[in-house]
């Protein structure tokens, strides 16, 4: 079975910046897409960023500029860079890896809270 390891959550100040990580235990060139999603309490989960195996990548409106996903294959990992960090990013961040076939994949999730 496919496992998804999220890290690099935490306390950040508002304008800060903090780099989240999933490891996966498979090659990401397996997968079709990974995504990162974010909940907040009382909210619905939504899709953050996304990034497909042949590197393209969109955003939600609310972080487009300011967060990147990337990936590094050696490293069986995907990224999400987050700048300029807001309090209305306080959420709960889980990594979803898609591989077409075989089926999707979920983290457990990191908590990442922005506050002065």
């Known amino acids: 079975q496919v496992q998804l390891v999220e890290s690099g959550g935490g306390l950040v100040q508002p304008g800060g910046s903090l780099r989240l990580s999933c490891a996966a235990s498979?090659?990401?060139?397996?997968?079709?897409?990974m995504n990162w999603y974010r909940q907040a309490p009382g909210k619905e989960r939504e899709l953050v960023a996304a990034i497909t195996s042949v590197g393209s990548t969109k955003y939600a409106d609310s972080v487009r500029g300011r967060f990147t996903i990337s990936t590094d294959n050696a490293k069986r990992t995907v990224y999400l860079q987050m700048n300029n960090l807001k309090p209305d990013d306080t959420a709960v961040y889980y990594c979803?890896?898609?591989?077409?076939?075989?089926?999707?994949?979920w983290g457990q999730g990191t908590q990442v809270t922005v506050s002065s």
């Open positions: 979803n890896a898609i591989r077409v076939g075989p089926g999707e994949y």
């Open positions: 498979r090659t990401i060139f397996s997968f079709n897409a």
